[in-house]
Structures are given as structure tokens and as C-alpha cells.
């Protein structure tokens, strides 16, 4: 079964560009979750959808959107970049399941802000 | 609001010795799960094992388990028999039961394992 895949893996953009992220979950998973991972506030999250809902926000700008299509892809936009804004972006996937629901975590996509 | 507090920055353990990764939590919910995670310089972050809260038994998986006390709050990850490919970042995480898929994090462990 093939794991979560994240696109491109690498990113450089300019200060006041924006970007977008795709994340293709696991096969079968409805549930995608964002999370910003960077050395000085380590991982935190961002967002997750559930069958294309945005079913819970963390505590981030309203630069950072993101969307799930019908067939559990997700994207994430940043628009007007910033030099804080990069990081290492994760995406994870799961069942849904209530209890015991493992999330399986994608490579990353690394975005640089110049 | 939940918290994870993992006070170990770095680890050194030498081949094939078993090594514990220390993590405590604090949450006002009644149910929540606890996951540790691995992260190689790569970059992924690695699914290890879970704990339920109200799970009666402690997790373990192959060579992992989690020495969950939780009247302390506190949820270890034993890692036996270390091999050089346990060196890695660790992440403690903890997620409330329900619906909600949010991770909170703890700042991570490197654990770097020696010949």
C-alpha cells in the first residue's frame, strides 16, 4: 500500500509570493492533517479535513488556507509569504477512526522564504 | 488544553542497550491517545506506537513500548536492543479522543545510538 505522498519536496519562494502544497493521503484515509514544523516552535498544527470539511484550525493567519477534494487529496496555500513561513511542512493521514487511529505522516515538503 | 513535556534535549546509548525516552502530558480531557513518533534527518516522521487512556495494558510493538503510567502522566517510550538506526529525533504526541485529528508535540528527543 503506498504511504502518504507530498508535493514538490522542495521549495524555494520569494517574500510576498504564495505557495501550494499537495499531500495525497493513503489509500482508503479521509482524514488529512497539516502541520508546520520549524526549529524554533517546533511542530504545530495547522489544520485537517475531513471528507473535504475543515473540521479543526490551529493557531495560524489566515494566509494559510487549504482544501480537500473528493477523493481525500488536500492542498494548502500560503499566500503573501514570509521569512518566518519557512519550515518543513507535513501532512498526515488517517482513518478517522475514534480511538487507536494511528496518523501516518507524509516526507515533508521543505519551503524556504527568501 | 494540552501539553507535552519531553525534558531530554539529547540521548547517547550504545548499541544493543535498551534506552528510555522520557515523556509527561497534561490534559483536562477524560480520553485522549498517546503516540511517539520517529524522525530521521530525513525528514518523515515515523508512526512507533500507541497508548489509549484507558487501555489496561501498556503498548509495545517489535522492539518499542511505552511504560504508560497515568496517574503520574507520564507515557516513556522503551526502545530495547538499540540498533544504529534508532538514531533519530523521537516526538511524544498526544490527541484527545473523538473526532478531532490534532497532534499536539512535545520538542523531541535526538537520540543518537553509539557503536
Known amino acids: 500500500k503506498a504511504g502518504v505522498t507530498q508535493t514538490p519536496r522542495y521549495l524555494i519562494k520569494t517574500r510576498g509570493q504564495q505557495v501550494t502544497l499537495s499531500c495525497s493521503p493513503i489509500s482508503g484515509h479521509r482524514s488529512v492533517s497539516w502541520y508546520q514544523q520549524t526549529p524554533g516552535q517546533g511542530l504545530q498544527f495547522l489544520f485537517e479535513y475531513f471528507s473535504e470539511t475543515q473540521r479543526n484550525k490551529g493557531n495560524f493567519p489566515g494566509r494559510f488556507s487549504g482544501r480537500q477534494f473528493s477523493n481525500s487529496r488536500s492542498e494548502m496555500n500560503v499566500s503573501t509569504l514570509e521569512l518566518g513561513d519557512s519550515a518543513l511542512y507535513l501532512c498526515?493521514?488517517?482513518?478517522?477512526?475514534?480511538?487507536?487511529?494511528?496518523?501516518?505522516f507524509g516526507p515533508g515538503t521543505r519551503l524556504t522564504v527568501t | 488544553a494540552q501539553k507535552i513535556t519531553q525534558t531530554q534535549p539529547g540521548m547517547f546509548v550504545q548499541e544493543k542497550e535498551a534506552v528510555t525516552l522520557d515523556c509527561t502530558y497534561d490534559?483536562?480531557?477524560?480520553?485522549?491517545?498517546l503516540f511517539w513518533y520517529k524522525q530521521p534527518s530525513s525528514g518523515e516522521m515515523i508512526f512507533l506506537i500507541y497508548q489509549g487512556s484507558y487501555d489496561q495494558q501498556n503498548a509495545t510493538e517489535g522492539r518499542y513500548s511505552l511504560n504508560f503510567q497515568k496517574a503520574r502522566k507520564s507515557a516513556n517510550l522503551v526502545i530495547s536492543a538499540s540498533q544504529l538506526g534508532d538514531s533519530a529525533m523521537y516526538f511524544c504526541a498526544m490527541r484527545p479522543s473523538g473526532s478531532a485529528r490534532q497532534l499536539t508535540f512535545g520538542s523531541g528527543t535526538q537520540l543518537t545510538v553509539l557503536p
Open positions: 498526515a493521514s488517517s482513518l478517522a477512526l475514534i480511538r487507536g487511529d494511528e496518523q501516518y
Open positions: 490534559t483536562s480531557d477524560p480520553s485522549y491517545g
